[in-house]
């Protein structure tokens, strides 16, 4: 590996970020400082923390990020139900490709667990 811009969840995060804020343009405008918000720095924080895990010195580091950066998937899947559920989206596209982002993820950590041992 070069730098996270060659892992394939790195790029998948930068797609998700996109789509996100694409979507949420469409929110209630007083949503601005709720969902909008939250979901938007959520979406960010995924491929960031990946890309800081892989900065990282250590596997150990690394892993950490990527946990991180998994927490925010779980965080952004209940935004998106929520969003859901208040009638400000009807499509489960999101949904889908966050939880391909997720099972690419876990195959990562478990690979670098693999070798770390």
Request: positive net charge; aromatic residues 6%; hydrophobic residues 40%.
């Amino acid at each position: 590996m070069k730098t996270h811009k060659d892992l394939d969840v790195w790029k998948l995060g930068i797609d998700l970020v996109k789509e996100i804020y694409l979507m949420t343009r469409k929110f209630p405008s007083n949503e601005q400082y709720g969902l909008v918000s939250k979901m938007r720095k959520c979406a960010v924080s995924i491929p960031s923390n990946i890309a800081e895990g892989a900065a990282r010195n250590s596997k150990k580091e690394y892993l950490q990020f990527l946990y991180i950066s998994l927490g925010s998937m779980s965080e952004l899947e209940t935004q998106l139900i929520i969003s859901k559920e208040l009638g400000m989206i009807q499509d489960n596209t999101v949904m889908e490709k966050l939880e391909v982002l997720r099972r690419k993820m876990l195959n990562l950590i478990r690979y670098l667990k693999k070798e770390a041992q």
